[in-house]
T-cell receptor, first 114, second 114 residues
Framework: AQSVAQPEDQVNVAEGNPLTVKCTYS??????LFWYVQYPNRGLQFLLK??????LVKGSYGFEAEFNKSQTSFHLKKPSALVSDSALYFC????????????FGAGTTVTVRA | EADIYQTPRYLVIGTGKKITLECSQT?????MYWYQQDPGMELHLIHY???????EKGDLSSESTVSRIRTEHFPLTLESARPSHTSQYLC?????????????FGPGTRLTVL
């Protein structure tokens, strides 16, 4: 069975500072990894995914994520956070061998203060 | 934003009423999903479908039922709503096969049962 851990319920940063949201995963075999963002009263929006190849994945709104196989991690990063990045972020995983269902983490609330 | 729609966006209803939450997508996706999410909390998969006339129960037991008569339509029904059903319901769809099961989400239906 696959699972995702997001060890921080909340992340608080000042605008302009780097933002990191942590994610570790457990899956049989090689994974597909995803990040989604959710704004209040909205559905989830896809940010980026790792399939294969370059361990650094670039996504929407200036976000990127680094896949680290040895540490089974897929941390989300943004070099300079904006107040508008304040939202709930979800990491998700599925095994490549059976990718019909995603397992989501519990979510991390990001607050960027002006 | 993905082309996946949910109606109604908000619903307040009394105990015992029958309700149907609508979900439709215009992307021709084979896979569709229903998640239940309390505000700001993790997602729980309650139903999914791989195609027409295919439905499966998800990881979280739910009293709701679903149907998939047309590819683009995946409604969720509660025969007798109860206060414990108060939650947000998110619908998602994904293209079968390919590299990674990127799910695209609708805006959600916020259900309140009095």
């Amino acid at each position: 069975a696959q699972s995702v851990a997001q060890p921080e319920d909340q992340v608080n940063v000042a605008e302009g500072n780097p933002l990191t949201v942590k994610c570790t995963y457990s899956v049989s075999g090689n994974p597909y990894l995803f990040w989604y963002v959710q704004y209040p009263n909205r559905g989830l929006q896809f940010l980026l995914k790792y399939i294969t190849g370059d361990n650094l994945v670039k996504g929407s709104y200036g976000f990127e994520a680094e896949f680290n196989k040895s540490q089974t991690s897929f941390h989300l990063k943004k070099p300079s956070a904006l107040v508008s990045d304040s939202a709930l972020y979800f990491c998700a995983v599925s095994p490549r061998s059976n990718d019909y269902k995603l397992s989501f983490g519990a979510g991390t609330t990001v607050t960027v203060r002006a | 934003e993905a082309d996946i729609y949910q109606t109604p966006r908000y619903l307040v209803i009394g105990t015992g009423k029958k309700i149907t939450l609508e979900c439709s997508q215009t992307m021709g996706h084979d896979k569709m999903y229903w998640y239940q999410q309390d505000p700001g909390m993790e997602l729980h998969l309650i139903h999914y479908s791989y195609g027409v006339n295919s439905t499966e129960k998800g990881d979280l037991s739910s009293e709701s039922t679903v149907s998939r008569i047309r590819t683009e339509h995946f409604p969720l029904t509660l025969e007798s709503a109860r206060p414990s059903h108060t939650s947000q319901y998110l619908c998602a769809s994904a293209l079968a096969g390919g590299t990674g099961n990127t799910q695209y989400f609708g805006p959600g239906t916020r259900l309140t049962v009095l």
